[in-house]
């Protein structure tokens, strides 16, 4: 005979644990299950080792999904504070560093320590390192087969994270166990992701990796209701292969493939004008001009994509060709080759239909019993502890169902 357990959750993730940690103090049987030797490592790596654990500006407005509505329920019910009055509970030092982030004065091994002490004091099973081999579905609940034997429970809760970071135990097992229910995906695809650029077009700026400045960047696809459009004013940085830091991680998430991003580079002015402008009062050559603005090897890599001479001088060039060149500054459109992949996004775009979900509950409206939390569906957040919100709130309405 199988183990018996009121709940089987699949998952020792930041979802996973709230989940069980939530279920267990209601006084439920919970085992929780997981494949890797180090617990939470994606929690661990997080923010720099220090966790940016969740944004005190949390809202629907900071989630993708092809279902937009359906995080309202959960984020409601389990807010930002929510979550700050248990990190408070458990006496973690926590600064706000930009924007509503919040992070660990000292380490993310205290965000892991509080979840497993939740977790303890809920009685909670653990089952790791233990990989899941399948679920089968009988009269009386659900069979989870491991390498620990079968383990028997009424319910599963399927907590298993996305793609992205497959170095640290990343695998698509809630994407398969989804599909074997019947329930259908939302493509996944690498979010929050540097962009990358091949060929003649990146061959001006290829060499300034390691430049980083304030942009505003913008993306569009779509029309009506199912319209994405990203803008974002945030850090950009140059890499070898392409662009990275905040604003394209960002912006990634709203990019389709073949369509461009819009990079201004001086959201603070109108380029053209202060170029026409000059030609008055300055008698500078336009590489200088630039770089009162600019570092001096964006300027030059700017100057070459656009074949103009660092020495020319604006009071001898036309209105129409300092024009151009603004725009090539205040609206530089270039189309992404691709992006660094799962290897390097910190999010899977993506994942189980949300619309065969109840957002109340997070169980499968079909399926009786079956759940599925966190980074496994098809919600995902900006850049900036919006995802460990998310994984909070939904592990929580999770565990107050099962």
């Known amino acids: 005979m199988a183990k018996q357990f009121d709940v089987a959750i699949i998952g020792a993730?930041?979802?996973?644990?709230?989940?069980?940690?939530?279920?267990?103090?209601?006084?439920?049987?919970?085992?929780?299950?997981?494949?890797a030797e180090k617990l939470a490592e994606k929690i661990r790596i997080s923010g720099g080792g220090r966790c940016n654990f969740t944004n005190i500006n949390a809202g629907?407005?900071?989630?993708?999904?092809?279902?937009?509505?359906?995080?309202?329920?959960?984020?409601?019910?389990?807010?930002?504070?929510?979550?700050?009055?248990?990190?408070?509970?458990?006496?973690?030092?926590?600064?706000?560093?930009?924007?509503?982030?919040?992070?660990?004065?000292?380490?993310?091994?205290?965000?892991?320590?509080?979840?497993?002490?939740?977790?303890?004091?809920a009685e909670v099973n653990w089952r790791m390192p233990c990989k899941v081999h399948g679920v089968t579905k009988e009269a009386d609940g659900y069979v989870v087969a491991t390498d620990h034997g079968d383990i028997g429970a009424d319910s599963v809760v399927i907590a298993t994270g996305g793609l992205s970071i497959p170095k640290i135990g990343a695998t698509d097992l809630g994407y398969r166990i989804a599909t074997q229910f019947g329930l259908p995906l939302v493509e996944p695809r690498p979010g929050l992701v540097p962009l990358t650029f091949d060929g003649p077009s990146w061959a001006a700026f290829a060499p300034l990796a390691g430049i980083a400045l304030e942009v505003e960047v913008s993306t569009g696809s779509?029309?009506?209701?199912?319209?994405?459009?990203?803008?974002?004013?945030?850090?950009?940085?140059?890499?070898?292969?392409?662009?990275?830091?905040?604003?394209?991680?960002?912006?990634?998430?709203?990019?389709?493939?073949?369509?461009?991003?819009?990079?201004?580079?001086?959201?603070?002015?109108?380029?053209?004008?202060?170029?026409?402008?000059?030609?008055?009062?300055v008698k500078k050559q336009l590489g200088n001009v630039l770089t009162q603005w600019l570092p001096a090897r964006l300027v030059e890599g700017l100057l070459l994509a656009n074949g103009l001479a660092p020495d020319a001088r604006p009071a001898?060039?036309?209105?129409?060709?300092?024009?151009?060149?603004?725009?090539?500054?205040?609206?530089?459109?270039?189309?992404?080759?691709?992006?660094?992949?799962?290897?390097?996004?910190?999010?899977?775009?993506g994942g189980v239909d949300t619309r065969a979900l109840s957002q109340q509950t997070m169980m499968a409206k079909d399926v009786p019993g079956l759940y599925f939390i966190g980074e496994t569906v098809d919600v995902t957040g900006w850049l900036g502890g919006y995802n460990f919100q998310w994984a909070w709130a939904s592990g929580y309405v999770a565990g107050q169902s099962v």
């Not at 819009?262 to 002015?269: D, R």
């Open 13 to 35: 993730g930041a979802a996973g644990m709230m989940c069980a940690a939530i279920a267990g103090a209601r006084g439920k049987r919970v085992v929780l299950i997981d494949h």
């Open 60 to 121: 629907p407005a900071n989630f993708l999904s092809e279902n937009p509505h359906f995080c309202k329920s959960a984020l409601s019910r389990y807010t930002a504070q929510d979550f700050l009055a248990l990190v408070k509970k458990h006496r973690i030092g926590y600064h706000e560093k930009h924007r509503g982030q919040l992070f660990c004065n000292d380490s993310a091994e205290q965000i892991i320590a509080m979840l497993k002490a939740e977790c303890s004091a």
């Open 316 to 349: 001898d060039m036309p209105d129409a060709k300092l024009r151009k060149l603004g725009d090539a500054i205040n609206r530089w459109a270039i189309v992404p080759t691709g992006s660094e992949g799962y290897r390097k996004a910190e999010v899977t775009l």
């Open 222 to 281: 779509g029309k009506g209701k199912n319209a994405k459009r990203g803008l974002f004013r945030e850090d950009l940085l140059f890499t070898h292969r392409g662009l990275s830091g905040p604003a394209i991680l960002q912006i990634s998430s709203y990019w389709e493939p073949g369509t461009p991003i819009v990079v201004n580079l001086l959201p603070e002015m109108d380029v053209a004008d202060e170029l026409i402008g000059s030609k008055t009062t």
